[in-house]
Every structure is written in structure tokens, then in C-alpha cells.
């Protein structure tokens, strides 16, 4: 591949798993057609069952640009809408966008040019939070800030990298074939698993704070309490599945939950010196979202600690409650069926 001036870039196949997302779906996949890429380029939409207008604003997109095409993801499972995707789709670079995340202007043509410099089998960049809300930008803010997310980089930034696991995701599409695609029993946590095999295998995963991705939050604390506990469940999946790809970072909300539950316990029981805990928690996300709040309006602000408790919280408990079943049922999957063989350059 070679996308110095004077040589065509490789052509490229944009990604798109939807389901419910007409208030996001025509801001994201303009986004990806404003793209200023000197190769070829088509997008290729999954759409799930939806119950919203999703499904007719992506006919209208269709009918208004070429490069448009849908495909129909029965399941409404995000692997599954995106192995459809994969199959139905062309070219040998795979850009997987969602419909409620917006590309940077360059992106693809950056994205391109780091798996050629870097060798890579897949490159990302930053999820990008952003709220149109106070709720929402309190949501932001807490997604962008070391207390909320840890050290990841993809979340809070930092330098060019090899990396775990990346947002999205802009894939050589050999390494999609090699590992037979996403894994479609992986409901949440799909990109991490694959991006493990793929390591395993010997790829090269990178971070690059040049690429950025507009993301849009959960519009409420149930949906990013349930957003989060999904996340959680599904790591422990990961990690059941994966022998030794846990580390202490996912470790810190379950360990959370315990104590502050053992510290609720014991205050109320034993000795109120039982609820320091709890009470060490509060003040802790308290004064952490004191920066990470600097520029909002004082709603958003004060909604911030609200924000990373139901994230903490929900990622552990979900991380704590996930059923041995499930890792159980993606065992018997075993590797997902292959995807079909690249239908173009």
C-alpha cells in the first residue's frame, strides 16, 4: 500500500452497524462522505431491526449518494451487523464507524497512511466524547477523565502507541479474513476481543491521537447505567475467555462495589467508622469532577459525579454478576465462521 502523492490510496470500505439511531444516523454517514480521500470509498450500513425511522433515513441516504449501500442485520447483535457489513463489502481497508460517532475530517486518509508507516493491522484513535445536553456533557466530561476511565488512551489521550485495544477501528482487511471476522456471541465487547486475537496472532494494534471520532453519550443515567453494566459482564466474558488479558484497571469498579458495599454493611452494623469508605468514595469523585467539569455550564458540573458513580458502579456490578454461561456458550461458538474472501482492491 502506498498513499504517497501521485499514487492512488487503496480503496476502502466504511463499516456501519445501526439500530435505533435516527437522531445520529445522516450526521454520521456525512461525516464519512465528507471525507476529503483520493481512493475509492463505499459505506456499507446494517441495519438492525429497528423500531425508530433509522431504517428510512438510511433509504434516503442510500438514494442520494451512491457509495451508499445497506445490508439487514435480523439479529440486531452490533458483531453480527458488522460480520454482514465485512461480507458484503469490497475494498482492503475496513473502517468501522457507529451511527452515533462522527469522523474527523482526515480521518480516513490519516488512518490509511499509519498502517502504512506503522505496519499495523489495525489503527484507531480517540473516542471523543461530546454532549449536546448538560446531562450529556456531564456524560462527556466523565467518559474524557482519568477518574472515570483510567489510564485509557483512547478515552483521555496521549502519545502514539502500541495499544490493547482501539476505538473502532481501521482494519487491514487480511486480518479480518485471518481471524474469521468478529465473534458474534461477544455482544458488548466485541472490538477488544478481536483486537486480542489479532495481537495474539502477532498483529500490531495502534493508537494515534491524530485520529479522532465524535461520540454522542447515553441520553440518561438508566441507558448509561445499563451501557456500563453491559461492558462490565461482557470483560469478565473476555477474561474467562482469554486466559491472562485482565488487568488491574478493569479490576478497580468491581473492587469498588465490594467495598463501598462491605463499608455500607459494617456502618450500618458494627461501627459507623464503616461508612469512611463509602464516604471516601463520594469525596473522591467529588473533587475529581471539579477539573474535569472546568467549562461547563453548573448543571453539567453538578451532574458529573452522578455520571461516574453510574459508571463505576455498573461496570463492576456487571463485571461481578456475569454468568459462567455466557462464557460458556462462547467457548462452544468456537471461531467465528469466516468471512468471505476480499471481492476487490
Not at 495481537?199 to 494494534?205: K, N
Not at 447515553?218 to 445499563?226: F, H, I, M, Q, T
Request: charged share 20%; net charge positive; hydrophobic share 45%.
Amino acid at each position: 500500500m502506498n498513499a504517497k502523492s501521485g499514487v492512488r490510496p487503496p480503496a476502502v470500505s466504511v463499516i456501519m452497524p445501526v439500530l435505533n439511531e435516527e437522531r445520529h444516523l445522516r450526521e454520521a454517514v456525512h461525516a464519512i462522505l465528507q471525507q476529503e480521500y483520493a481512493g475509492e470509498m463505499e459505506v456499507v450500513v446494517a441495519l438492525g431491526p429497528s423500531t425508530d425511522r433509522t431504517d428510512e433515513i438510511a433509504a434516503e441516504l442510500v438514494a442520494e449518494d451512491s457509495r451508499v449501500h445497506t445490508v439487514p442485520n435480523p439479529t440486531g447483535r452490533t458483531p453480527a451487523a458488522l460480520n454482514a457489513a465485512i461480507k458484503a463489502s469490497r475494498h482492503p481497508i475496513v473502517v468501522r464507524v457507529d451511527g452515533h460517532a462522527a469522523l474527523s475530517p482526515g480521518y480516513i486518509t490519516t488512518a490509511v497512511r499509519l498502517l502504512e508507516e506503522t505496519g499495523a493491522m489495525n489503527v484507531g484513535g480517540i473516542m471523543h466524547a461530546e454532549g449536546q445536553n448538560d446531562w450529556e456533557h456531564a456524560v462527556a466530561a466523565a467518559m474524557t477523565s482519568k477518574i472515570g476511565v483510567g489510564n485509557a488512551a483512547f478515552h483521555t489521550g496521549g502519545a502514539a502507541q502500541q495499544a490493547e485495544t482501539v476505538y473502532l477501528g481501521v482494519f487491514r482487511r487480511e486480518a479480518l479474513e485471518q481471524q474469521g471476522g468478529y465473534n458474534e456471541e461477544f455482544i458488548r465487547a466485541q472490538d477488544w476481543e478481536l483486537n486480542f486475537r489479532i495481537r495474539e496472532a502477532g498483529g500490531l494494534i495502534w493508537f494515534s491521537p491524530e485520529l479522532k471520532v465524535s461520540y454522542r453519550p447515553r441520553p440518561s443515567v438508566k441507558a448509561l447505567a445499563k451501557q456500563y453494566k453491559d461492558y462490565g459482564r461482557w470483560r469478565h466474558v473476555v477474561a474467562r475467555y482469554h486466559q491472562g488479558s485482565i488487568n488491574l484497571r478493569y479490576l478497580a469498579p468491581p473492587v469498588a462495589v465490594c467495598a463501598i458495599a462491605a463499608g455500607v454493611v459494617v456502618g450500618a452494623l458494627v461501627t459507623p467508622f464503616g461508612f469512611v469508605v463509602p464516604g471516601g468514595y463520594l469525596a473522591a469523585i467529588a473533587a475529581g469532577s471539579v477539573p474535569a467539569g472546568k467549562g461547563l455550564p453548573l448543571k453539567a458540573r453538578l451532574e458529573i459525579p452522578v455520571a461516574l458513580a453510574t459508571m463505576h458502579m455498573s461496570w463492576g456490578w456487571g463485571f461481578l454478576t456475569s454468568p459462567r454461561s455466557l462464557a460458556k456458550r462462547v467457548i462452544a461458538s468456537r471461531r467465528p465462521a469466516v468471512i468471505g474472501e476480499t471481492q476487490g482492491a
